[in-house]
């Protein structure tokens, strides 16, 4: 716990693909952790096979557990919106299905609170010609991707997929945020 006797936070969000959203924010200072999962759900413990159906309507999802005196649920919302795109219903790129939909899964008011404040803001700035479509739900479970997709980024740069995809939002996200950079 930090002076203030408060300890780490979580954000579980959903964008896309959970191994882009975990190559992201890996990277981002006052993170300590990334998970990729599954969240909102009907199915308890479900596979990565069976998510990819859509009938579990699980969402491929992160779990970020950050420092909240290094960076707060604000700038790691910040950092989700600047990172996918979510104006597209149930797709990133060439990903689609309902897993790959966007979505806070919130924890308490709080969050809910701000993760409303942040999508009313960004749609009253005109980021996206299209409106955002981000659920803002509560969290109801979480659930951990097998270990295979944990690190996938990582441990598989030469991937096909690592370098069309996850490569170059990395890249995107070290320029935009290069102050914000674990060192």
């Known amino acids: 716990m930090d002076s203030s006797g408060r300890g780490n ?12 959203l975990e190559a992201v924010f890996k990277r981002l200072k ?5 998970v990729s999962g599954y969240a909102g759900g009907t199915a308890a413990n479900p596979s990565y096979e069976e998510v ?21 649920f604000r700038e790691i ?4 919106f600047s990172t996918h795109d979510p104006t597209t219903l149930n797709r990133q790129g060439a990903d ?7 979505a806070v899964f919130y924890r308490d008011r ?6 409303r404040k942040v999508i009313r803001e960004l749609e ?12 803002v739900v509560p969290l109801e479970a979480f659930y951990p991707a097998e270990d295979y997709h944990r690190d996938f980024y990582d441990r ?10 996850i490569a170059p939002k990395v890249a995107k996200f070290r320029q935009r945020y290069a102050g914000r950079l674990k060192g």
């Open 77 to 80: 919302l910040e950092v989700f």
């Open 96 to 102: 689609v299905g309902t897993q790959y939909r966007s």
């Open 9 to 20: 936070e979580v954000a579980t969000l959903a964008g896309g693909c959970f191994w882009c």
């Open 124 to 135: 009253e700035q005109k980021v996206w010609d299209a409106p955002i479509v981000t659920e």
């Open 156 to 165: 598989n740069e030469g991937h096909p997929y690592c370098r069309a995809v």
């Open 30 to 34: 006052g993170v300590v952790s990334v």
């Open 110 to 115: 709080e969050q809910e609170a701000v993760a």
């Open 52 to 72: 990819c159906t859509g009938t579990t309507r699980h969402a491929e999802a992160v779990q970020v557990t950050f420092d909240p005196t290094e960076i707060s």
